[in-house]
């Protein structure tokens, strides 16, 4: 069982920045591979970032790629979402997750979630 809850949402103007993290529970933090996805109302939640269970992987969505950076600390239980340049599109819940498939990009493959993270980006 791994408990996930994230923090550091908030608002911000647009190109400005924001640090989420997400603290999990549990001795086996470093089995899973670990990552971020967002939903704003009306649609489904949407990949955003994963990182593989050592951190030496990463990967990211399109609409994310060179302004958003994943990373995790093992030792402190902990990944971390660095975003910049941040756009009015950004806007929504984030949420972090943890799952057994390396590399996994879609919602099915993560066993559990935190409770979410509201960011707002205003223009």
């Known amino acids: 069982q791994v408990q996930l809850v994230e923090s550091g949402g908030g608002l911000v103007q647009a190109g400005g920045s924001l640090r989420l993290s997400c603290a999990a529970s549990?001795?086996?933090?470093?089995?899973?591979?670990m990552g971020w996805f967002r939903q704003v109302p009306g649609k489904e939640r949407e990949f955003v970032a994963v990182?593989?269970?050592?951190?030496?992987?990463?990967n990211y969505a399109d609409y994310v790629k060179g302004r958003f950076t994943i990373s995790r600390d093992n030792a402190k239980n902990t990944i971390y979402l660095q975003m910049n340049s941040l756009k009015p599109e950004d806007t929504a819940v984030y949420y972090c997750?943890?799952?057994?498939?390396?590399?996994?990009?879609?919602?099915?493959?993560?066993?559990?979630w935190g409770q979410g993270t509201q960011v707002t980006v205003s223009s």
């Open positions: 990182i593989s269970r050592s951190g030496g992987i990463t």
């Open positions: 549990g001795r086996t933090f470093s089995s899973y591979t």
């Open positions: 997750a943890a799952g057994l498939y390396p590399g996994a990009t879609t919602t099915q493959r993560y066993d559990y």
